[in-house]
């Protein structure tokens, strides 16, 4: 099968979510969203993209992926030292500085850049190797930091304010994660005991508030397959760095106050869409926001497969569609292939990807 002229993959899960803040505002309060009339929880699309960086970072190769920093001088600096020991630190700084300059990302007298910069180990590689030989040639340089992106820079994206000719347009889109039902914050209030105070001391040494909430949230992301390929420019790494951003999708979490509530959960479903002409988001599915008192999670799936069949008046057939649930929900046989496990579930995804973009 020749692959279609777009190629677009949507990720879709319903997750429950015990008492948490998994992403707090600037008060301390767990973030939150009115849709449909009602307030719901809310996970910040660019909290779980940290998260799932994070999970990168843990699994792969430090060669593919980037780094977001301030301290970019400072980490050019190392590579350079990999090549040339006889250097110092300072002078490996100096020249790590004067590269960037002349690449056009601006510097302060601290050696930290203006901006958070995102750069890709490769890059850095070849950044440190342009400082050595003393390549000054702003194109050369600018040619070096479009090149060889990272699978996180290639995904997300990267924007350069010093020069928006160093942006990299991001291949996946991440949703904020909301509840498929509504919420009111909750407060826990605690206290902490002195273990060293006398014994008819009775008052506490600290007490205060921690607010919270719980969910079942429907979350959403998609990856522009045939964007990625162009800025990896390799299938293998595209079919690899899809195989990873299913997995870490699912097994992400952030981290906000997991200590205090240990909301370690995974998704009660998960559903991948291969489409070749645009990818759709079905949150318009939880516009009515699930009622009951028996749990959300059934009735959740119910609502996704309902507006999930509801899409295909306004779209193409998708080319498949699988998935891994943990029970027997209603409707999900009706619109995709089950699959046994998350592992099944990406190889399977994988195999058909690669029939797909073989004379791409």
Request: proline share 3%.
């Amino acid at each position: 099968m020749k692959i279609k002229e777009t190629l677009f993959l949507d990720v879709h899960a319903i997750q429950t979510v015990p008492p948490s803040n998994i992403n707090r505002d600037d008060t301390g309060s767990p973030k939150t969203a009115q849709y449909g009339g009602v307030r719901r929880a809310r996970i910040s699309s660019q909290s779980w993209k940290k998260a799932i960086r994070d999970y990168f970072s843990k699994r792969c190769e430090q060669s593919k992926v980037g780094v977001r920093t301030l301290k970019i001088v400072e980490y050019i600096a190392k590579e350079i030292l990999k090549l040339d020991d006889s250097l110092t630190f300072d002078e490996a700084s100096k020249l790590a500085n004067e590269v960037l300059n002349n690449a056009g990302i601006k510097t302060k007298k601290d050696f930290k850049t203006q901006a958070i910069l995102f750069l890709g180990y490769v890059q850095a590689q070849k950044l440190a190797k342009a400082a050595i030989e003393k390549v000054s040639d702003k194109a050369v340089l600018k040619d070096i930091l479009n090149n060889n992106p990272a699978i996180d820079i290639a995904l997300f994206g990267r924007m350069v304010a010093d020069d928006p000719s160093l942006n990299e347009d991001a291949s996946a889109q991440v949703a904020h994660s909301i509840s498929t039902h509504a919420v009111q914050t909750e407060f826990d209030f605690y206290t902490a005991n002195d273990d060293l105070s006398p014994e008819d001391n009775a008052g506490a040494s600290m007490l205060g508030n921690i607010e919270f909430n719980s969910s079942t949230l429907y979350r959403y992301a998609n990856v522009a397959v045939h964007e990625l390929l162009n800025q990896l420019k390799d299938k293998e790494a595209v079919k690899n760095t899809l195989k990873l951003f299913i997995e870490a999708f699912c097994n992400s979490l952030p981290t906000g106050k997991s200590n205090t509530f240990a909301n370690q959960t995974l998704p009660q479903v998960l559903l991948l869409t291969l489409r070749n002409d645009r990818p759709v988001n079905m949150v318009s599915a939880f516009e009515e926001a699930v009622k009951s008192n028996q749990g959300y999670v059934e009735k959740s799936v119910e609502k996704l497969t309902d507006e999930y069949r509801k899409t295909e008046k306004f779209v193409n057939k998708p080319v498949f569609t699988i998935y891994v649930s943990v029970d027997k929900f209603k409707g999900l046989s009706e619109i995709g292939e089950e699959k046994s496990s998350l592992t099944e579930l990406v190889d399977e995804f994988s195999n058909r990807l690669e029939e797909m973009i073989k004379e791409f």
